[in-house]
């Protein structure tokens, strides 16, 4: 107990520490009132739980009640526009390009890559963010914005996910339509994990019971971020298929802008589905290979949902919660999920290339069962360098799948 309690109090500390450096900037720009209904439950919570540590407690009250409020910032702020619903392509008109390339824009590295995938040699193509940068927390520059302003057209993920970059859009209006690369994707909500699928789906009858109780467990959890972090998983292209439909969208799109080279982009388009395919077999097969009692992922964030329901294993826990790099962990949330690892006997922590991994290292430290901890690392909301091998959208997943076999052996 000595343990728990110690991590609660290093836990808070640098989540206070990480708050207080990576959002103030954003709270001073937005300049919005907190929803004080939000901060409520949580404190309760918090109080309940640290009940037995009564002189700690009240260090920690004050803490947890500027985190739920930071919380609750980031759900006012997207409440409304995260809505689990499908997004559509736009209606796209040809450009006027005077015998000059598309100019074309991409936000993140990943969608990048798919873009420049089917639009080959045609179009003059401008990646946002460089390999390294999260997606949650990127925020345009003003050299970024005039590139945008000066293109054709902008490909975004959808769904918030670029949430620095949303009120710019806006601005910017006609002159470069937006169009959401995950358009005609069936978004999962957040939150629904491969427990939720698994359930009433094929399973052992063995199993049944450890995964419903998992599964309470987890509804539990959801239940106490609801509020906060309600509407669609953005992470849509940890499901190949899904990439599979990028690739359409990306093809239609600049087919419709630029007829003359519509032939170049289906020919494109066609091959890169064809070296898609081949990923999903490799896929399919290596994740086949983790034994039944091993498929839990530990992760940074709440990226891996599409993953998880794609090759059935389930999201025990993560070390942010929510599906926001933005978002900050409890010291409560942090003693549940170490509680939870050693229910599963979970030695696999997995973090993330674009987020510092502190707080999972923190983790690792408390789990006194595991005879060798590993805190491993997966590409989520970028590629990689140049060099590294992930480099590419197929690149990075085929890491990440081969990270993930090795690390649930
Ligand atoms: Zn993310």
Redesign the pocket.
């Given at each position: 107990m000595n343990d728990k309690l110690r991590i609660m109090i290093v836990a808070a500390m640098i989540a206070l520490g990480v708050m207080v450096t990576g959002c103030a900037p954003e709270a001073n720009e937005q300049g919005s009132t907190l929803p004080e209904t939000s901060t409520s439950s949580e404190d309760a919570e918090t109080a309940s739980i640290a009940d037995e540590h009564a002189e700690e407690e009240g260090e920690h009250a004050d803490e947890e009640g500027e985190h739920a409020e930071d919380e609750g910032e980031h759900a006012d702020e997207h409440g409304h526009e995260e809505e689990a619903e499908m997004l559509a392509l736009p209606e796209l008109n040809a450009a006027e390009l005077g015998g000059e390339p598309l100019r074309v824009v991409a936000t993140t590295s990943i969608i990048g890559d798919v873009v420049a995938q089917v639009g080959g040699e045609a179009i003059a193509l401008t990646v946002l963010m460089g390999p390294g940068q999260?997606?949650?927390s990127y925020e345009p520059s003003a050299r970024d914005l005039t590139t945008v302003a000066d293109s054709n057209v902008i490909f975004v993920n959808g769904w918030n996910?670029e949430e620095g970059l949303a009120d710019d859009l806006e601005n910017i209006g006609e002159d470069a339509p937006v169009v959401p690369i995950s358009a005609n994707i069936e978004p999962m909500a957040f939150g629904e994990d491969a427990h939720d699928h698994e359930e009433g789906e094929e399973h052992k009858e063995g199993e049944e019971h450890e995964e419903g109780e998992a599964h309470a467990e987890e509804e539990d959890h959801g239940d106490e971020h609801g509020h906060d972090h309600s509407g669609a998983d953005?992470?849509v292209w940890f499901s190949i298929h899904n990439v599979e439909q990028w690739v359409e969208n990306v093809a239609n799109a600049l087919s419709d802008l630029d007829p003359a080279n519509a032939a170049t982009y289906e020919a494109n388009a066609a091959a890169y589905l064809a070296e898609l395919e081949t990923l999903e077999d490799y896929a399919a097969e290596q994740m086949g290979q983790i034994s039944e009692d091993n498929r839990f992922l530990v992760t940074n964030?709440?990226?891996f949902g599409y993953f998880a329901h794609e090759y059935d294993i389930s999201v025990l826990g993560t070390i942010i919660p929510g599906?926001?790099?933005l978002a900050e962990p409890s010291a409560s949330d942090l003693a549940d999920l170490i509680t939870e690892m050693e229910e599963h006997a979970v030695c696999t922590i997995f973090t993330e290339t674009t987020v510092s991994d502190t707080l999972a290292q923190t983790v690792a430290a408390e789990l006194s069962d595991c005879d060798d901890v590993q805190v491993l690392t997966l590409y989520?909301?970028a590629v990689g360098p140049e060099g590294s091998g992930a480099d590419s959208y197929i690149g990075m997943f085929r890491a990440n799948v081969d990270t993930i076999v090795s690390g649930l052996q």
């Open positions: 999260d997606p949650h996910l953005p992470h964030h709440d990226a599906m926001s790099t989520t909301g």
